[in-house]
């Protein structure tokens, strides 16, 4: 789980026509590639601004990577629209009564594209050379398994040294499963390149590099996850261009069909109904928020916590820094994207100045110049490169001050905030989480006592025991209660306050392109692999 950050752009200009032809492998691209020969070749091409760094699929973490990664090696579990994890490769879970064991059953159909079937020991392989060499997020989830084993070409079973709730869950939605004929070739998995010779078990197999210009991808014989049993489209290529305005304008001539990368609002809406473009809207999975280092005085205090967050105007948030391009969580760690769990009962801390001056009050702060609160004076810390966050952050400061609350912004590049927020070098944490998909996990990352990623501080041993509730439910029905108790137990105490669930905007050409199926978060959107699998050429 990491923090998020998310890439914008402004207005197509006349200065962005001339950077797009400039840039040499953009430009190249689309003489190569584009618009009618895409179409006679049977190929979608999908624009994107950046190379894969990675091809390593239990190792790489960034965007391009995942796209292109996502649609080779198949994962255990996949996502719905309403957030919930439902079969992939893995057909049904579940663990034992006393959560000590768990067994999956994974379907039979599975082919890697050399040829040889999919099987029990590809997870076993990959799920033991994920926690014995600690990689990637998975890595996380598998700490107290104690073994996995095929028990039959589709059966596995694994033990645990204590019952772990969210590990099913935590691998099959996280975990790649890769060829064991191939990567255990490797003397080790994690530092295996896999830079050639692609062998792919998803819709599309890696066929053509050009580092700077061009991915392609050629559809694989079978995908039995695809209504037709393979995916419609033969080809996909995955185009780098410079920057997200670059890829608005070949979207517009007809040289992409997709955009992949997450499009700002006002060049969302320039594109949409234009000669048949169509922006579509995915929710993230994680949330922005402010978060209170509790270690320090006076934000130990639940009263000056409170304080603040009523200090802070949501609504205007939403409405002036998102443009409208978000949705409340009601102050809560629980997002609506993921129904299953989100509690409406949970109301948001909405802006009001003169209660956040009541607790202040009562907490013994008394009025100094300016009708500013003495002893009162804290610091909040940004990536500056982020620009909704820079923005609401002087919201922030604005609002608070009609409150009596003085807040001195400190923007600082990505890689000082990060490393602030992880040495609690701070009062105030303003910043993103981008995949928050499985609550009972990620609340337990974020608030239990000691967490790596607990970066307020909190030490509570009440919401710790809730905690343990949440990681010893066995099911999605069991952890509901514990989940909501665990949010609700943060929300009264407000250990952080959540504003928003930024909503991003994609775009492609539906006169070419139709039947997509919008997933949540700027990883999956209309470019997971079910959604390209099954989408339709047209025209």
């Known amino acids: ?17 001339r950077r797009f032809v400039a840039s040499s492998g953009a430009f190249t691209a689309a003489l190569l590639g584009g618009g009618a ?43 719905d629209a309403s957030g919930a994890k439902i079969p992939a490769l893995a057909k049904s879970w579940g663990y034992d009564p006393d959560g000590l064991r768990a067994r999956m059953t994974i379907r039979d159909d599975f082919t890697w594209s050399d040829g040889k079937k999919v099987t029990a020991e590809d997870v076993v392989f990959t799920v033991n050379a994920v926690a014995k060499e600690k990689i990637g997020v998975s890595g996380g989830y598998t700490a107290g398994m104690k073994l996995a084993r095929a028990v039959s070409p589709t059966e596995i079973e694994f033990e645990f040294s204590g019952v772990r709730g969210p590990f099913l869950g935590g691998i099959g939605f996280w975990m790649p499963i890769v060829p064991a004929h191939i990567f255990s070739k490797a003397e080790s998995v994690k530092a295996f390149a896999n830079d050639k010779d692609w062998v792919s078990a998803g819709p599309y197999q890696l066929v053509s590099v050009e580092p700077g210009q061009r991915y392609v991808m050629r559809r ?12 419609n489209v033969e080809e996909i290529e995955f185009r780098v261009f410079p920057d997200v305005n670059s890829q608005a304008l070949a979207l517009r001539s007809g040289d992409l069909d997709m955009v992949a990368t997450t499009l700002p609002f006002t060049l969302a809406k320039s594109l949409d109904n234009v000669n048949g473009l169509k922006v579509a809207t995915v929710s993230s999975l994680g949330w922005s928020h402010i978060l209170y280092n509790v270690r320090r005085a006076p934000l130990n205090k639940v009263e000056v916590r409170q304080a603040l967050a009523y200090a802070v105007n949501p609504e205007a948030i939403r409405a002036v820094a998102l443009q409208g391009q978000a949705k409340g969580t009601g102050s809560s760690a629980l997002s609506p994207v993921i129904a299953r769990y989100f509690d409406p009962g949970l109301k948001e801390y909405s802006y009001n100045p003169d209660k956040a001056r009541q607790l202040l009050e009562s907490a013994g702060f008394k009025k100094g110049r300016g009708g500013m609160y003495e002893g009162l004076s804290l610091s909040m810390i940004f990536d500056q490169a982020d620009p909704y966050v820079s923005n609401w952050a002087q919201i922030v400061r604005d609002t608070s001050r009609d409150a009596g609350i003085d807040i001195k912004l400190s923007g600082s590049e990505r890689n000082t905030w990060l490393q602030r927020a992880r040495n609690a070098e701070f009062d105030l944490y303003a910043g993103n989480w981008s995949i928050l998909e499985d609550p009972p996990a990620s609340l337990d990352q974020l608030y239990r006592t000691g967490s790596f990623i607990n970066y307020g501080g909190i030490a509570d041993p009440e919401l710790d025991k809730i905690l343990d509730q949440c990681a010893s439910a066995l099911t999605p029905e069991a952890a509901l209660a514990p989940v909501r108790a665990a949010a609700k137990l943060v929300h009264e105490k407000m250990y952080n306050n959540v504003l928003y669930v930024q909503e991003f ?31 339709k050429l047209v025209g």
């Not at 998310?6 to 006349?14: K, P, R």
């Not at 050409?509 to 692999?529: F, H, Y």
């Open 505 to 535: 905007n994609v775009a492609h050409n539906a006169k070419r392109v139709q039947d997509l199926e919008p997933r949540p978060s700027d990883l999956l959107s209309i470019i997971n692999p079910g959604s390209l699998a099954n989408m």
């Open 37 to 79: 020969l895409a179409q006679t070749r049977k190929r979608v091409v999908i624009g994107t601004n950046a190379d894969v760094q990675i091809y390593n699929p239990l190792v790489s973490n960034s965007r391009t990577d995942t796209w292109i990664l996502q649609l080779m090696y198949p994962r255990l579990m996949q996502m």
């Open 1 to 17: 789980m990491t923090v998020g950050s998310f890439l914008h752009g402004a207005d197509v200009s006349v200065m962005d026509r």
């Open 220 to 231: 694989t014989e079978s995908y039995p996850l695809a209504a037709a049993g393979k995916a």
